[in-house]
């Protein structure tokens, strides 16, 4: 009589507990899917004849034409692509440096929320923030290095996790090793350090470009007279003007080249993590 309800219980755990990974797995490829279908739309919609009106085709690649013939965004394509390269670079080297100091820190949770927690900052009140330090503080004009300055506080934080992903993980042993055979401190880290690193660095670099192209909040309190990218995109959107359909070819050409890159960041760090 017992053995019954024992066997159905049996069941209804087993059933229970095939829910729940069966819940999760449908529940990532919905996220999947509304994270990625909206990016193919705009895709689909940038080739359309009548992207406005949100209903892919009849294909056309006029507004694409449109774009190339349209002088108006070659400067601010220029000053973010700038920029960004400024940025990705200067990331890689100091996240570089500080990452190998901080991974070196005993007790480094502290040091390390304080390089993160600028993540967690409105854009709109550090734009605000900035804005007052740069021109009431620091005396600069808005313009260029303003806005080469607020990007690097924002894609800073996000190169060092990057890069701590790398350096904590790093084999300290094989540094004491060198330092054993009678290597210099430059030796080891150009032989050594340096190579193992080299996947975190790329990374950081390539990862601070893409922050800092793609950032539009802090760039709006601190342009002064100059344009980004993002801020003339939005601007134009904003206007509500006939360049919206060239826009979205735009972002789509920069969405074609941004996610491959960023992939490709991920893919040469993790990989390399692996072999570790």
Known sequence: MQSIPATRTIKLEASYSAFWPQLGK????????????????????????????????????????SLLGN??????????????AIIGLICAVTATVVGRAVARISKSGWVLVLFVLPL???????????????GAVLGLPLGFWSIALGHYIWAF????????????????????????LGASNWRVFCDIEFPLLMPGIVSAGLFGFLMSFNEIMRSIFLRGTSETMPVW?????????????????????????????????FWLLFSRLNKV
Not at 28 to 57: C, K
Not at 168 to 180: N, P, Q, T, V
């Open 120 to 134: 967690f900052v409105p854009g709109m009140s550090m734009g605000a923030a900035l804005f007052i330090f740069i």
């Open 26 to 65: 449908w529940c990532g490829i919905a996220m999947l899917a509304l994270i990625y279908f909206p990016l193919l739309w705009l895709v689909l919609l940038s080739a359309s004849n009548d992207p406005l009106s949100g209903i892919p085709g009849p294909f056309s690649l006029r507004h694409y034409g």
């Open 71 to 84: 002088p108006q965004w070659h400067g601010p394509m220029a000053a973010s692509l700038l920029i960004a």
């Open 157 to 180: 934080p996000f190169s060092l996790l990057i890069m701590l992903v790398v350096t904590l993980r790093f084999d300290r042993s094989l540094i004491e090793a060198g330092k054993d």
């Open 233 to 265: 995109s939005w601007i134009q959107a904003a206007a509500q003007q006939s360049q919206v359909p060239v826009i979205f070819a735009l972002a789509s050409i920069v969405l074609l080249i941004s996610l491959p890159l960023l992939c490709g960041v």
